[in-house]
């Protein structure tokens, strides 16, 4: 149980397009969501947190114009990078909690985006 | 700041040992403690989850939470060589408004 799954798991781009990613919970209904980055060699860093329904919560320095979060449903939330840059380039990482936030987060297996 | 300290490593042990990997945390309010595993280019997957005082088991894997030292803790029992992956300790507190709050995560060696 406590699947979640990323589409697409990687992506090429060219600088000033924008790219959607999308996080699916499988078997559960996710209250919700969260969206991290990562670079290489270096700890994840959350980037917002979403629920159903609601605007998405962006933490500190990350724009929110530029990476726009819509969760749609319990079990749909997508990330899209809007005029993306070489500096986009990232592995994203979705995560998902059936019980809402101070409780288990479920990892879908992420995208690696490049932007050229 | 609210912090999560884990020792990077790389910590090896021998296949068939107990791996055992630690980390503190600085709220003393902390709530909810996670283990996630990560393996090189792929995505956390969360291996223990412990909420109160004392020891969790889980198969092969242990968490120890000690509140009143501000610790925990995940033993791996019969360590094998697929267990190599870098250990990724997670916290919760109400001061970071319960989002996790990670430490950078301890790779860990298995040698055949």
């Known amino acids: 149980g406590a699947v979640v799954s990323q589409h697409p798991s990687r992506v090429i781009c060219k600088s000033g397009t924008s790219v959607k990613i999308e996080c699916r919970s499988l078997d559960f209904q996710a209250t919700t969501m969260f969206w991290y980055r990562q670079f290489p060699k270096q700890s994840l860093m959350l980037m917002a947190t979403?629920?159903?329904?609601?605007?998405?919560?962006?933490e500190q320095g990350v724009e929110k114009d530029k990476f726009l979060i819509n969760h749609a449903s319990l079990t749909l939330s997508t990330l899209t990078v809007t005029s993306a840059h070489p500096e986009d380039s990232s592995f994203y990482i979705c995560?998902?909690?059936?019980?809402?936030?101070?409780?288990?987060?479920?990892f879908g297996p992420g995208t690696r985006l490049t932007v050229t | 700041q609210k912090e999560v300290e884990q020792n990077s490593g790389p910590l090896s042990v021998p296949e068939g040992a107990i791996a055992s990997l630690n980390c503190t945390y600085s709220d003393r309010g902390s709530q909810s403690f996670f283990w996630y595993r990560q393996y090189s280019g792929k995505s956390p997957e969360l291996i223990m989850f412990?909420?109160s005082n004392g020891d969790k088991e889980d198969g092969r894997f242990t968490a120890q939470l000690n509140k009143a030292s501000q610790y925990v803790s995940l033993l791996i029992r019969d360590s094998q060589p697929s267990d190599s992956a870098t250990y990724l300790c997670a916290v919760i507190s109400p001061d970071s408004n319960y989002q996790l709050i990670w430490g950078a995560g301890t790779k860990l060696i298995i040698k055949p």
């Open positions: 979403s629920n159903e329904g609601s605007k998405a919560t962006y």
């Open positions: 412990i909420y």
């Open positions: 995560s998902a909690s059936q019980t809402g936030i101070g409780y288990e987060q479920y």
